[in-house]
């Protein structure tokens, strides 16, 4: 991704082998029949010996055959049989649902029946648990973790991104989220290189967990360069155990060259005077930019969840693709006037009263755009 694309807008023989003399002509021949060859052709039919032919030895016409008592059990009785077997087994409810019913059938099924659907149904659920462990504690290897890292943050430099957040799926599959396109990045690398870093579980064909692991793991990795982005733009606000105040808070061309100069990987980086003139030139990526850090300062101004900031700014996104061309030019004035306000003249965060923090709202933009129209 070019960094001026990313800132401006063999065959199977089958062989049967049988014992010697089986199926031997001499072996299945009656003793009457094997002497005279030019007889009666009639006569001379041999007769087949089927104890023979098929190895059954036989019993005594005065023995009875022993025979097993198939028995069907009555419904209720196959009930207890089923609870007896949950007992000792512990089915999932998904498996324990199919197999009282592959049980109970056919209606003549016996307590041999059920137990075989329940043993069946025990050891499908033992390879699905020890498939789903094998997924869980892969660990995606460094160059894979770097890769998502360069990446994201690659990405993040783009201004017209749809959605930020983890959870795009909440309004419809958006294409240009962070989440995606780098999804997309790592789909589009060599085959070879997938089979050195992806899960091998997650390359199989209809792996669900697999894939479910992956993309978690990418959620966590991108989480990572989202934090390291609200760290930038919180410069000189943001206090915590390792992150101190050195200064006044930076204007927005300030905020601008901090992340340009960070965020592009070492093979990428921008010299100060190209620095310069994208802070100069790219206007989408200042209004982008000062939005996102006068969301930011009001979550961390008033204490709140710091993962909700990002679901407020991907509905905000929203709500402004679908607006008129001069709605969402009276929102970018409102975010500049209010970025300047606060931030341009050198002062320090314990200076800025905390309720002036805020963001623009829709209603403000809609009077905004009412007072445009009367003139």
Known sequence: MEMSNIIFGDNETAETTFPESYLDPQSLRSPSTAQDDSSNPVENLEEINQNILFGITPFPASDDIPMTDHTSQPPKEIDTICKDLQAKLDLDPEHLKIA????????????????????????????????????????????????????????LLIPNLEAYSNNPHKHGVLAKTLFYLVLDAVDKQLDDWKEDHL?????????????????????????????????????????????????????????????????????????????????????????????????????YRNKQDNDSQWTAIDDRLRILRTSSKDFQQVHAQLVMDKDEKLFSHKRHIDHIPKEECVVPTLDDVRAALAAVNKT
């Open 100 to 155: 009282t019913i592959a049980a109970k059938y056919p209606p003549e099924a016996t307590a041999e029946h059920a137990s075989s659907i329940f043993a069946m149904g025990a050891f499908n659920q033992l390879s699905a648990t020890r498939s789903v462990a094998v997924v869980a504690n892969h660990v995606y290897d460094s160059a894979f973790r770097e890769f998502v890292r360069i990446r994201t943050r690659m990405i």
């Open 199 to 299: 899960d091998p579980a997650q390359m199989q064909p209809n792996s669900e967990e697999g894939l479910k692991h992956y993309r978690t793991t990418i959620g966590e990795l991108i989480k990572y360069q989202r934090s390291h982005l609200r760290e930038l733009l919180l410069t000189n606000i943001l206090k915590t155990q390792k992150t101190i105040v050195k200064g006044n808070v930076p204007s927005r061309g300030e905020m601008l060259a901090l992340i340009y100069a960070d965020l592009p990987p070492t093979d990428k980086k921008m010299s100060k005077q190209q620095i310069e003139a994208q802070v100069k030139s790219n206007q989408p990526m200042q209004i982008r930019m000062s939005y996102a850090r006068l969301v930011m300062v009001f979550y």
